[in-house]
Structures are given as C-alpha cells and as structure tokens.
C-alpha cells in the first residue's frame, strides 16, 4: 500500500469554482509540503505546513496530522490554476504523491 | 524564474551510455537536490549535497552520482544508461542544508530520454 494517496487523480472545473484537493497518508510526518507542476514541467513550491491552515493568496492548505489528511483549496478558481497539485510528506525523508491533475476552463 | 538554472533541456541517447546533467543553484543557495520524475514513478528524490558535501541519499540507483563543486553549481552523473532511466530530473536548491524542511526552488528540468 502506497504511503501516501491523493484524490481525485483528475479534476476539471469551471472558471470561479471552488476547488480541494487531498491528501492522504499513513505514516507519522513531520510536515507536508504541496507543490504545483505547471504545463511546461516547472515546479513551485507552494506551502510546507505541520499543522492548522496557511493560506496565500486564493491558495489554502490544511493539515490535520491526528487524522493523516492535507487538504489543498484554491477558491474562485482561473484557468491559470490548471496544474498538478503534488503533496510530498516529510519524515526523514520526502515521499511524493502521485499528483493530481487539475483542469479549469473558462 | 526560480533562478535555478539546469542544462541541458532535452538529452536523446542510446542504451548502455553516459550523461551528465548540470545544475546551477540561486545565487547564495548552498544546497543542491537532484529529483527524478518518470511516468510509472512519480516524483523521486535522488540526492542532497550541502556546501560540496552529501548530506542525504534517496532512492538513487548506483549507476548515478553526483558531485557539487567548490562554485556550487552541481552534476549528476547517469551511466549505463537503460530505457527506464528516461525520465524528467530536476535540480532544486535552498539557502540551508536542513533537509527536507525548508522550501526548495526547482530548476526547469532536463528531459532524458533514452532510446
């Protein structure tokens, strides 16, 4: 079983909805970290967070490590936002998620 | 632009080769990380060096090394190269050594693809 999960794999939206992605894991972390791969492959750090809620701009991420779910919420979503979301944990080391691909049309 | 720098883009070889894939760090950056990404893996970190010296080893195949020289700037070697080494690597660096706390500025990627 893999250590960590995320859903749904694939997403696609309308300009302007509200967006969460999760992420799910089964081992003791320290922190997680959510990171964005835009189309041409480049990748962003987005937040690293070992509890409650951060937010920066539209983005939000929570973290409840008690219950070993990250969620990711992007709020009146654009089509600039089309990406994979990928969260990594971080325990010693970094495992990474599979991603999840979101599309938003206008 | 993270200002991390990688070269080259795209890189086509044979089986059985070797390649080198370079990375230039921000300026001020000390750590350097080398990232594979291939279709059925996903996201893989290979290896940490801080200041010129290895600080954390991952899933890195012993076909691979990498070194960081005394301008920081970085190599990863890949030799005997197989079909499922083609893959996307990335180089990211970070101010401190403190893997894996700290937040990582990615480098565009070389793009391997081995024929």
């Known amino acids: 079983k893999n250590e960590v999960e995320q859903s749904p794999q694939n997403l696609t939206a309308q300009e302007g909805e509200f967006i969460t992605i999760n992420c799910s894991y089964s081992?003791?972390?320290?922190?997680l970290h959510w990171l964005q791969q835009h189309p041409g492959g480049g990748i962003v750090s987005l937040f690293m967070l070992s509890s409650g809620k951060k937010k920066h701009g539209r983005l939000i991420a929570t973290i409840n490590i008690q219950e070993k779910h990250s969620s990711l919420h992007i709020t009146a979503s654009h089509p600039r936002d089309s990406a994979v979301y990928i969260c990594?944990?971080?325990?010693?080391?970094?495992?990474f998620g599979q991603g999840t691909i979101l599309t938003v049309h206008p | 632009d993270s200002g991390v720098t990688q070269t080259p883009k795209h890189l086509i070889t044979a089986t059985g080769q070797r390649v080198t894939l370079r990375c230039s760090p921000r300026?001020?950056?000390?750590?350097v990380y080398w990232y594979q990404q291939s279709l059925d893996q996903g996201l893989q970190f290979l290896i940490q060096?801080?200041?010129?010296?290895?600080?954390a080893k991952g899933n890195i195949l012993e076909r691979f090394s990498a070194q960081q020289f005394p301008d920081l700037h970085s190599e990863l070697n890949l030799s005997s190269l197989e079909l499922g080494d083609s893959a996307l690597y990335f180089c990211?660096?970070?101010?401190?050594?403190?893997?894996?706390?700290?937040?990582?500025?990615f480098g565009p990627g070389t793009r391997l693809t081995v024929l």
């Open positions: 300026s001020g950056d000390l750590s």
């Open positions: 990594a944990l971080i325990y010693g080391k970094l495992t």
């Open positions: 060096y801080y200041n010129g010296e290895e600080r």
């Open positions: 081992v003791g972390i320290s922190a």
């Open positions: 990211a660096s970070s101010p401190s050594g403190r893997f894996p706390f700290n937040e990582q500025f």
